[in-house]
C-alpha cells in the first residue's frame, strides 16, 4: 500500500539550532517527491521537488534530499519566520492519466527567539 | 499576479444545504485539484481535472460534485449528503500531472 509518513509529528528549535525533519514513503513508482511549507489557516505554499535518488535543492536556510525510501528537509539556523508546518508529498506512477499524489501528515515546526 | 483564489474564505452550512466553494486560476494551468485537510490527517483527494470539461473522482468524493466547463474554474458543490463536511477544503492547479501542485488559500467550512 502506499503510504507517506513524517517524523516528527512536532519539533521546537531555538532561534539558530540546526534540525531535520523526516519523509518516508513506500510507493511502486516513485515519479516525484514534493516539499511544502503550510502558515496557519493558509494554503500550502511549494518550496522544492526532487526525482531520483541523490538529487538535492536548496533555498535559503532550507535545503532537500532523497534517497530510495526517504527525503529530509534540513533547515540550517533556522529564524522565527521558518515556524510553519511542513508536508511532504510523494507522486506515484500509474497506468491511468492519473499518478496519484499522497501526501503525509506534516510536521509542525516552531523556531524560538 | 498569477495565481489561485478560493471563495469564500470562511462558509457555514446548515444540515441539509448544498453549498458551493469557488476556485478560479490564471496561471493558464491545465490540471486542477480539491482537497480536503482534517487535523493530524494528509490532504486527501475530493476531485480532479485534467482538461475543461472532464473530471474524476478521487479518494473520497461521496457526497461531493464539481464541474470544469472553463479552463480557469472548478468549483466544488458539498451537498447534503457528506455526513461530515466540517473541514478546511484546498484548491490547486499544476502545469501537468506530473508538475508540482499551486494552491490557493483555502476555504473552511463549518456545519452550523
Known amino acids: 500500500e502506499d503510504q507517506v509518513t513524517q517524523s516528527p509529528e512536532a519539533l521546537r528549535l531555538q532561534e539558530g539550532e540546526s534540525s531535520s525533519l523526516n519523509c518516508s514513503y513506500t510507493v511502486s513508482g516513485l515519479r516525484g517527491l514534493f516539499w511544502y511549507r503550510q502558515d496557519p489557516g493558509k494554503g500550502p505554499e511549494f518550496l522544492f521537488t526532487l526525482y531520483s535518488a541523490g538529487e538535492e535543492k536548496e533555498k535559503e536556510r532550507l535545503k532537500a534530499t532523497l534517497t530510495k525510501k526517504e527525503s529530509f528537509l534540513h533547515i540550517t539556523a533556522p529564524k522565527p519566520e521558518d515556524s510553519a508546518t511542513y508536508l511532504c508529498a510523494v507522486q506515484a506512477a500509474r497506468k491511468t492519466s492519473y499518478d496519484k499524489v499522497i501526501f503525509g501528515p506534516g510536521t509542525s515546526l516552531s523556531v524560538i527567539p | 499576479d498569477g495565481g489561485i483564489t478560493q471563495s469564500p474564505k470562511y462558509l457555514f452550512r446548515k444540515e441539509g444545504q448544498n453549498v458551493t466553494l469557488s476556485c478560479e486560476q490564471n496561471?493558464?494551468?491545465?490540471?486542477m485539484y480539491w482537497y480536503r485537510q482534517d487535523p493530524g490527517q494528509g490532504l486527501r483527494l475530493i476531485y480532479y481535472?485534467?482538461?475543461?470539461?472532464?473530471?474524476q473522482k478521487g479518494d473520497i468524493a461521496e457526497g461531493y460534485s464539481v464541474s470544469r466547463e472553463k479552463k480557469e474554474s472548478f468549483p466544488l458543490t458539498v451537498t447534503s449528503a457528506q455526513k461530515n463536511p466540517t473541514a478546511f477544503y484546498l484548491c490547486?492547479?499544476?502545469?501537468?500531472?506530473?508538475?508540482?501542485?499551486?494552491f490557493g488559500q483555502g476555504t473552511r467550512l463549518t456545519v452550523v
Open positions: 490547486a492547479s499544476s502545469r501537468s500531472r506530473v508538475t508540482e501542485a499551486f
Open positions: 481535472s485534467q482538461i475543461v470539461n472532464d473530471f
Open positions: 496561471l493558464n494551468h491545465d490540471a
